[in-house]
Each structure stands twice: as structure tokens, then as C-alpha cells.
């Protein structure tokens, strides 16, 4: 297990792409990393919305997920209550989510510092938007999906249409497909 002792966030809102979620939730705990989901219970979703409902991904699947227990590979915070102190790597997934969370200046805040400690910084799909508003993009070779190629631009980054971009410690992909190469690349870089 490559990553035992390491820990890892994933920041999600409604609406986040389920596999861009899961799949490094999966495949990072197997490699012995602990995950917390920083949540933030923000964004529209066409599903009925009631207190303490859980976070929603594009095709249903739910944060805290039905399929595995809390407090065995996982643990469930506030976003906005997380600390770039606690953890070895964040990762941004795609969807509609990372458009809710880079309107919340403590969750860009918390994404700027884990890039300033030099610690995995990690986005996919649409993921790279939280990248660019915590202003760590300028001057970055970054990847992600093709209709955010103006953001990347705009932020002062070289879009880069590759399965994965590592550029010092940020680490970005393009699309579903890419997520073996990815999570392969967050794996490596905290190794």
C-alpha cells in the first residue's frame, strides 16, 4: 500500500461526475490513503432538495456514499471547514460541482495554501475552474476538458489536450477516460 498514513480530499457539491469522484476514492484507498469528502452543500440539482439531503452527483450517485461505511476508508467535512495543514493532496472533480465550489472563498483559500505547502493539487473535467479561481494557474501547463480551454487561457495557463498534465505539484486530466493516467499521476506524486 503506497499511500498508507497519506490523506486526501475530495471536494464535492451537487452535481459532481460521479466516476471523477469515485473512481480515485476507489483506487486511492486501495492504496492505503484515508479520504475525506469536503462537501459543500451548495448548487441546483434537478432532484428534490431537503435538509440534510446528500450531495448529488450528475447520475445519482450520493456523498456520503451508500456503498461503504464512513469511518472505515472515508470521512464526511464541511469544505469550508478543511485545512491544508491536515491533509497530502486535494483533488477537484468534474461536473457541475467545482463551478459551486469556487465561489466560496474559504474552499479557494484551502486550495491555494495546498498548492503553496507543495502539496497535490489534482483536477479533472471541469475541476481545473477551482484551480483557476484559488489563482495558482498562471504559467501552468493544465488539462481539462475542451470547453474550459478559454478559462485555462484566460488564467494566464497553456491548455494541454493530454490525458494527464503534471506541473509541479498540480496535477490535471481532460475527461472520464483519462482517470487510470490520473489517478496513476496523484499515486506517484505522493509516493
Not at 484507498?29 to 446528500?54: D, M, V
Not at 464512513?70 to 478543511?82: H, I, P, Q
Not at 483557476?132 to 495557463?157: F, L, Q
Request: glycine share 8%; with cysteine.
Amino acid at each position: 500500500m503506497r499511500l498508507k498514513g497519506k490523506k486526501v480530499a475530495i471536494l464535492v457539491s451537487n452535481e459532481f461526475e460521479d466516476i471523477e469522484v469515485f473512481y480515485p476514492f476507489l483506487r486511492l484507498s486501495e492504496e492505503g490513503a484515508w479520504i475525506t469528502f469536503g462537501i459543500y452543500q451548495r448548487g441546483f440539482h434537478p432532484r428534490p432538495a431537503f435538509p440534510g439531503k446528500p450531495i448529488t452527483g450528475r447520475f445519482g450517485l450520493t456523498v456520503p456514499p451508500m456503498f461503504h461505511r464512513e469511518g472505515y476508508r472515508y470521512d464526511v467535512k464541511d469544505a469550508t471547514e478543511l485545512s491544508a495543514d491536515d491533509y497530502d493532496a486535494v483533488i477537484i472533480p468534474g461536473g457541475f460541482s467545482p463551478d459551486y465550489l469556487r465561489r466560496e472563498p474559504k474552499i479557494t483559500e484551502f486550495v491555494r495554501k495546498m498548492y503553496e505547502q507543495g502539496k497535490v493539487v489534482a483536477g479533472i473535467c471541469h475541476g481545473p475552474w477551482l484551480i483557476i479561481s484559488a489563482k495558482i494557474a498562471k504559467g501552468k501547463r493544465i488539462a481539462g476538458v475542451t470547453p474550459i480551454k478559454d478559462d485555462i487561457e484566460n488564467a494566464g495557463a497553456t491548455f494541454v489536450d493530454e490525458p494527464v498534465v503534471v506541473d509541479g505539484n498540480i496535477i490535471t486530466s481532460r475527461v472520464p477516460d483519462d482517470l487510470p493516467e490520473f489517478c496513476q499521476a496523484i499515486i506517484n506524486a505522493m509516493s
